[in-house]
């Protein structure tokens, strides 16, 4: 239950940790390290997928999230897929994976507890330490990295993602967790002296293609729009991400093209040009290409998994 005295700190307290952490502590990169190879070791991973129906001191960010305890034990009311309230008591050996725009709502007690939460923006990382210590929630600290380099972050919080309708699946989402906080320390241990003129040129078109996607992209029109040479920019784009322009731009628009698949109706058609495909029958072709699955065969089996009971 929570605490009477707590009610208004817990109002204040429950705000998303990224931007409202009071007088929090910036502690150093190698101190946010020890704590990540704190994190005890998880033997089970509990989604959070609701996106309505949000009560109204719930967390609830648009980016997906991650919360470790690091000591004590959290009971919290989360959403399930069918939108139920189900109730959860999170200890250590828990990690709860919280989808963009889902929520959490913890039920503050007078027990102590500590928590870790891993927040994954488009563009940035932040790494949240907070304690309840029985009377008021605090932010002991904060950091935040850039998310450069391979996009092997973004390919893990897509497979969780995924697995949010696979109840059935209990090992390899805790094998996912393990390698997103592994990515995380790999983040931090490059060394970032200072950003080459090259890789942020790199990056802003890398940005420009996400935005962008759906609209007439190719290698000339976005040289033209950075006031660069179509060679140079393929050049930078090897350099910098290890890939080809054109291969970057169908993985972005194949990404959204699976989450138009799976959560509405529209026809295949109508998916391919949402996602900047002018030719649907190329958009088929590629998507099997890279998926071994038609896209209809992707919609119909996404939508066949068994939903939790």
Not at 43 to 68: H, M, N, S, T
Not at 282 to 291: A, E, G, I, M, P
Request: hydrophobic share 35%; aromatic share 10%; proline share 6%.
């Amino acid at each position: 239950m929570r605490t009477a005295s707590a009610n208004s700190e817990t109002k204040r307290a429950r705000e998303p940790m990224p931007d409202n952490v009071g007088q929090a502590e910036l502690i150093s990169q190698g101190e946010y390290g020890k704590f990540l190879k704190a994190i005890p070791k998880i033997d089970r991973v509990i989604f959070a997928p609701e996106r309505k129906q949000r009560p109204k001191l719930a967390y609830q960010i648009p980016f997906p999230r991650i919360g470790f305890i690091l000591s004590g034990k959290l009971e919290q009311t989360i959403g399930d897929k069918l939108g139920r309230p189900t109730q959860i008591s999170q200890t250590s050996s828990m990690a709860l994976f919280v989808p963009a725009n889902g929520w959490n709502d913890p039920q503050w007690s007078d027990s102590e507890v500590e928590m870790l939460d891993l927040l994954f923006g488009k563009q940035r990382v932040g790494i949240s330490l907070s304690r309840w210590d029985g009377e008021k929630q605090s932010c002991i600290a904060k950091f935040d990295l850039p998310r450069r380099g391979p996009r092997s972050g973004t390919f893990i919080l897509n497979a969780l993602n995924e697995l949010v309708m696979r109840p059935q699946d209990k090992s390899t989402p805790v094998y996912l967790v393990r390698a997103l906080v592994a990515h995380v320390q790999d983040l931090m241990n490059i060394q970032v002296t200072a950003t080459s003129r090259s890789s942020a040129l790199a990056q802003a078109i890398k940005e420009h293609i996400e935005d962008h996607f759906s609209e007439h992209l190719s290698r000339e029109s976005v040289a033209y729009a950075f006031s660069i040479t179509p060679n140079y920019l393929s050049h930078l784009f090897q350099k910098e991400f290890q890939t080809s322009f054109n291969e970057y731009l169908n993985l972005v628009r194949l990404e959204q093209a699976k989450h138009l698949l799976r959560n509405y109706g529209m026809t295949i058609k109508e998916v391919a040009t949402s996602c900047g495909f002018t030719d649907s029958n190329y958009f088929c072709r590629l998507f099997r290409q890279k998926t071994d699955r038609s896209p209809s065969e992707y919609r119909m089996q996404y939508r066949s998994q068994p939903k939790p009971g």
